[in-house]
């Protein structure tokens, strides 16, 4: 095949730009640390990568979501702790005063305490966290009891749990609900024994230690409860830590530049760009001008 | 035999060789030109003396009489060069493909943290986000502002590449030359063809002289070069006239063809001849010479390229796709019409990717409304359409939001964005309360059913069997990825077709400096042989007219 200049010359600036273009390829990983930097780089991984980055915004969410729900269990047991030691402390009036030995004027202090516990626990049952009510359900705007002029209390039902989403698929209830704890018998025990300490009527008052304990009872099980819920809790952050640490693995490996490979490549090319450079010039240099007379 | 036919001789030898050193400089002159074929000089041996005939005269064998010039030839291809025209055809082909949609790349591209993907994700997680506090009015600000951004991408994207297909449209040209406005490829092809025709005439006024107009001949295989670039085409040659040599060129005749060679035809079977041999003889070419026209239909698809000529009746390209080159490649892109079971389609890179980010937002939208509308809002009232075709709310007719939405026109509402509590996320009314929320936030990458968008049951799925938002905004971009990625290899492995070619064809025409100077001193050598033969027989006779017959005085 006849060759000439022209031809030398052209082949040499074609592979030059194509020399040039690799070159600029791999600078442009090593500076963005990406793999590819449009989608018709390889579509495959750029398809891939979508759904990994709304897996990572998803995992991450769960992960802020969990915090919210931190904020509603960890209220709700201090609350209901506070509770059931107002209770305790109730009982132990019932049976200091169930003694036959207290003067009508003694029960009638201890009565006064009691007024002053039932207050507390009406207090807990409203308690606002955040501007929300904590144990009326999703009707964070209302209170869960109210009470009359009369001291007549009425606690709300039928509330919806609140339902936090901490995982694909998992709602997780974060309140503990108010009806199951204060409903029921709870506020007719309590009243029960204050009017026994007002009557001054002893049998009653003996019969209160029994009701207390039931209100414990009803407490310490919703307690129980959402302790288990909160272990659930945990084990859904830790599952939610290490989901997030294999999306992001994932997403590296899927996207990432492998950076041993990408400085490699960009030495190689450029001792081939160099060798291209030096043979370029070598050969264009001379012609038979150069050498004749 | 003459006296003076020694100096005849060497005259005709001088004159010879000074033609092959012109020759040599011109090609020198020439090496960096763009289309230039190499040229040289044919030289003969002229007839010999004495040449047979009854007076001839009676001397011992034929004597040489010297050299003569018989023409000059450009050294050049013609098979190479309509290899090189179909090739060229296909590489502008992928090249124009790969650029427009490299522009379109540009705008859906979703591997960086600006992309709609992103901005969708975005919404979705502060829709979750607020599930966890409904009753945060900050919450329902960033939820509200997250999705007009959404819509904003929409419009963004929608409208950028709108402005591309014009630009494409503007790239194939034709319509309003009147105006000055717009004349592409079209024109491109009917001024190539106008500049091929005044050639034709030229040579066609040269070459029955007995001449070869080599440069001529260099400059219109440039041009059809350059047509073949925008539409593929096959050339044939015919012969100028009686006294042309049988190694001109001709008068070339231009016809369109697919990419095997064949002719394209017309609904008639007609092959579309764009240059005719007869055309050089026309009175007025500006006017009277054929002319590709394009027609477009409302929303900018090319209908038709025709093929124009006065006094005789417009032939129609059957098939655009047929005809491989840029111009293919732009109606590719921008759009074009084709006729499927008598109803008329628009296909194309741009309005499919349109279209299916229009279906994308209207899907989209009403599935998000229908969530949305059967929610309460903060004041315990059912949400109104969140996504709207960007009307203005009428409380007579609020389905009329709803209507024709597209990727252009999606806007949240704007009661919406002025009353944040009328954004409706529970599901009974009460403050606490974000169960709708959340199923906002999971209908992005929920299998859509009929139902979902406000539909009858059992009718077909917005976007196909168990395909989410997400996922078809990700098979948008895959295809696009796709065509992208194979554009852009097909134009490596088509260029270097090409350039193979090409240097097949500078391989035969290039000039090689080296080659040139060699001939230099080959002629130059000659010459001062020549000079030397002429020197011998000047002393020969100065010795017959000055010394002869003196008889030694």
């Known amino acids: 095949m006849r060759i000439t200049q022209g031809m030398i010359s052209n082949n040499m600036l074609t592979n030059l730009t194509k020399s040039y273009s690799n070159l600029n390829k791999y600078m442009d990983q090593l500076n963005t640390g990406n ?117 007549v209390v009425t606690v709300n039902s ?39 300490l007002g009557d001054n009527n002893q049998a009653d008052i003996e019969k209160g230690i029994d009701t207390l304990q039931a209100n414990i009872d009803t407490v310490i099980n919703q307690r129980a409860d959402l302790g288990a819920r909160m272990n659930r809790m945990d084990l859904i952050k830790n599952r939610l830590d290490s989901q997030e640490i294999t999306a992001k693995d994932v997403m590296s490996k899927n996207e990432k530049v492998d950076y041993e490979k990408a400085i490699t490549d960009l030495l190689t090319q450029e001792t081939m760009h160099r060798a291209a450079l030096a043979a370029g010039s070598r050969v264009i240099q001379p012609s038979l001008v150069d050498f004749l007379r | 035999m003459s006296t003076f036919h020694g100096l005849e ?50 001397i011992p064998g034929q004597l040489g009489t010297g050299v003569m010039a018989g023409t000059v030839q450009r050294i050049r291809d013609a098979f190479l060069d309509s290899q090189y025209r179909t090739q060229n055809s296909k590489t502008a082909y992928w090249d124009t493909r790969a650029t427009s949609l490299n522009r379109m790349e540009n705008l859906l591209n979703e591997i960086d943290e600006t992309g709609l993907s992103k901005t969708m994700n975005d919404f979705m997680t502060a829709l979750d986000a607020l599930s966890t506090r409904p009753d945060n009015t900050g919450g329902r600000e960033v939820a509200i502002q997250k999705g007009s951004i959404v819509a904003e991408s929409f419009n963004h994207i929608a409208n950028s590449l709108e402005q591309i297909q014009l630009d494409l449209k503007k790239q194939i040209g034709s319509l309003n030359a009147e ?111 054929g002319k590709l026209t394009v027609s477009y239909n409302d929303v900018g698809a090319v209908t038709s390229i025709e093929f124009v000529k006065q006094g005789e009746s417009s032939q129609k390209i059957e098939d655009m796709m047929a005809v491989d080159g840029s111009l293919k490649a732009l109606i590719k892109s921008n759009g074009y019409v084709v006729g499927e079971n008598g109803v008329d389609k628009v296909v194309g890179d741009f309005p499919e990717t349109l279209s299916k980010l229009n279906k994308l937002a209207q899907n989209f939208a009403l599935a998000f409304n229908k969530i949305h509308k059967e929610a309460k809002d903060a004041n315990g009232e059912n949400g109104m359409a969140f996504f709207t075709n960007g009307s203005k709310y009428d409380p007579a007719n609020p389905n009329a939001l709803e209507t024709n939405i597209t990727a252009f026109n999606i806007s949240i509402n704007q009661e919406l964005s002025e009353h944040p509590d009328k954004l409706a996320i529970s599901a009974d009314g009460s403050a606490g309360d974000g169960q709708k929320a959340l199923e906002l936030a999971k209908m992005f990458s929920k299998a859509l059913t009929a139902e979902d968008i406000g539909g009858a049951a059992g009718d077909p799925e917005p976007f196909g069997k168990g395909i989410s938002v997400t996922g078809y905004f990700q098979q948008i971009i895959s295809k696009m990825a796709v065509d992208t990625q194979e554009a852009n290899r097909r134009l490596v492995n088509d260029g270097v077709l090409q350039q193979k070619i090409q240097n097949d064809r500078l391989s035969v025409s290039a000039v090689s400096i080296d080659e040139e100077m060699t001939n230099l001193l080959k002629f130059q050598h000659a010459y001062n042989a020549s000079a030397r033969s002429m020197t011998a027989m000047d002393e020969i006779l100065d010795k017959i007219i000055n010394s002869m017959g003196l008889v030694g005085r």
């Open chain 2, 9 to 58: 001789m060497a005259k005709q030898a001088l004159f010879t060789q000074q033609m092959g050193l012109y020759t040599t400089g011109h090609n020198l002159s020439n090496v960096n030109t763009e289309g230039f074929s190499r040229q040289r000089v044919n030289f003969e041996a002229m007839s010999p003396f004495p040449s047979a005939s009854r007076n001839r005269p009676s």
């Open chain 1, 158 to 196: 039928g509330q919806q749990p609140v339902k936090i989403h901490v995982a694909d698929n998992i709602e997780l209830q974060a309140n503990v609900n108010g009806e199951k704890v204060f409903g029921g018998d709870f506020f007719k025990n309590i009243d029960g024994f204050i009017k026994a």
């Open chain 2, 179 to 289: 105006t000055g406005e717009y004349d592409g490829k079209i024109g491109d092809v009917n001024s190539l063809l106008r500049q091929i025709n005044d050639l034709n005439k030229q040579i066609g006024e040269v070459e029955p002289l007995g001449y070869l107009p080599n440069d001529l001949y260099d400059r219109r295989d440039k041009l059809i070069d350059e047509l073949s670039g925008i539409v593929n085409i096959k050339v044939d040659y015919e012969t100028s006239g009686k006294g042309s040599l049988a190694i001109a060129d001709g008068i070339a005749k231009i016809t369109l063809a697919d990419v095997k060679g064949n002719p394209i035809t017309d609904s008639g079977g007609a092959p579309i001849a764009l240059l005719k041999a007869t055309d050089r003889s026309l009175a007025d070419p500006e006017k009277e010479l």
């Open chain 1, 35 to 151: 793999k590819i930097s449009k989608p018709s780089d390889n579509p495959f991984i750029a398809i891939k990568g979508m759904d990994y980055r709304t897996q990572l915004a998803q995992v991450e969410q769960y992960k802020s979501n969990t915090t919210e729900v931190d904020l509603w269990m960890d209220n709700s047991d201090s609350a209901l702790d506070g509770v059931s030691s107002g209770l305790k402390r109730m009982q132990e009036l019932a049976i200091q005063a169930s003694n036959g030995t207290y003067s009508e004027s003694e029960r009638k202090n201890v009565l006064e305490e009691a007024k002053q516990i039932k207050a507390d626990l009406i207090s807990i049952a409203n308690r606002k966290v955040n501007d929300r009510y904590i144990f009326n359900g999703t009707d964070t705007n209302h209170a869960l009891i109210t009470e009359d002029a009369n001291g």
